[in-house]
């Protein structure tokens, strides 16, 4: 009987689980968070974050901070990943779109906590790259799309949750019409120099209710005729 060899990179994600609880509790006074919920560091935990980085940057995939992944985009500081997956609160039956796939990453890490997530990536190479990891990593309940997320993906709304990895100054009204009456989104938003990461819930008489959260700095979306 062979045994398996054990995961090199597991030390690594259990260290980079107890920073991101250091953080929380760090930051607990500015975002309301104590703690994050432990599904959601189970998920951040399960999924090799060092598959979902080039292979030149590997050793540093769980350092405390973003690192690029090509075409100017970058994959996120694993506290931000796991607060901003904490303030959507995933639920097991919900449909979740995300705008900006990037490398996979948290896209793995929201297969695990979704019925099935849409995800949208305006960088075809990015994209492709995405599903190879994604499908190495066995995520069958995600569906991809190629294009700009600042339109989202109508065909399918509305969806419970929304998140998204780059920064509209207005949050997109494609993305508000997605969002189904009872669901919440999670998105950066702002000027370059003034974003904050924000909690957009849509009370089932469809108005509006924001909450500003955590002062951070993501790639800009650029209206219209941007890209994430």
């Not at 100017?72 to 900006?100: C, N, W, Y």
């Not at 780059?166 to 938003?189: F, R, S």
């Amino acid at each position: 009987m062979t045994r398996m060899s054990p995961d090199p990179y597991l030390p690594l994600r259990q260290l980079m689980v107890e920073i991101i609880t250091a953080h929380t509790h760090a930051t607990r006074e500015v975002t309301g968070l104590s703690e994050i919920e432990p599904r959601v560091l189970d998920a951040m935990l399960a999924v090799p974050r060092h598959e979902f980085v080039p292979a030149e940057i590997r050793p540093y995939a769980h350092s405390d901070g973003p690192l690029p992944i090509g075409w100017d985009k970058t994959i996120s500081q694993p506290f931000i990943a796991a607060l901003m997956t904490e303030l959507l609160d995933v639920q097991p039956r919900h449909v979740v779109l995300e705008i900006g796939t990037g490398l996979g990453y948290h896209t793995a890490v929201l297969s695990r906590l979704a019925a099935k997530v849409y995800t949208v990536e305006i960088v075809e190479e990015l994209a492709e790259q995405a599903a190879e990891r994604l499908k190495v990593q066995g995520c069958s309940n995600v569906m991809r799309r190629i294009g700009n997320g600042y339109n989202g993906w109508p065909e399918h709304a509305p969806y419970d949750r929304i998140i998204v990895a780059a920064a509209p100054e207005l949050i997109p009204p494609a993305l508000i019409a997605q969002l189904k009456p009872g669901g919440l989104m999670v998105l950066p938003a702002g000027l370059n120099d003034a974003q904050q990461l924000m909690v957009v819930t849509k009370e089932p008489n469809g108005k509006l209710k924001t909450r500003e959260v955590l002062a951070v700095r993501f790639a800009p979306m650029e209206g219209t005729e941007g890209a994430i």
